[in-house]
Nanobody, 126 residues
Framework: QVQLVESGGGLVQAGGSLRLSCAAS????????MGWFRQAPGKEREFVAA????????NYADSVKGRFTISRDNAKNTVNLQMNSLKPEDTAVYYC???????????????????WGQGTQVTVSS
């Protein structure tokens, strides 16, 4: 089992940047693929980005491709989401999630992830 804690959210103007971090407990972090999701008020939780267990492969939603970068540091048990050129439509609660399947296939459905953090609010003002 793994516990996840997100940090780094906040209020930023459109065009700005934020870096989200997710700290994981446990000694088996490097067996999990990791994902970032977001949920805006009144909307379903949606996929943002995913990374496999080694960090060698990534996948992004079309809406963030070229603006967001997911990375991980297995020595520090962290996964990060660098968000640049932020837009008001990026406003949401952002969640990190862990998938026990190593990331042989990088999953986009929230239902396929096993563990979740509590979320961190990102608000982008226009």
């Amino acid at each position: 089992q793994v516990q996840l804690v997100e940090s780094g959210g906040g209020l930023v103007q459109a065009g700005g940047s934020l870096r989200l971090s997710c700290a994981a407990s446990g000694r088996t972090f490097n067996i999990y693929a990791m994902g970032w999701f977001r949920q805006a008020p009144g909307k379903e939780r949606e996929f943002v980005a995913a990374i496999n267990n080694s960090g060698g492969r990534t996948n992004y939603a079309d809406s963030v491709k070229g603006r967001f970068t997911i990375s991980r540091d297995n020595a520090k048990n962290t996964v990060n989401l660098q968000m640049n050129s932020l837009k008001p439509e990026d406003t949401a609660v952002y969640y990190c999630a862990a998938d026990r399947t190593l990331g042989l296939v990088l999953r986009r459905s929230p239902d396929e992830y096993d563990y979740w953090g509590q979320g961190t609010q990102v608000t982008v003002s226009s």
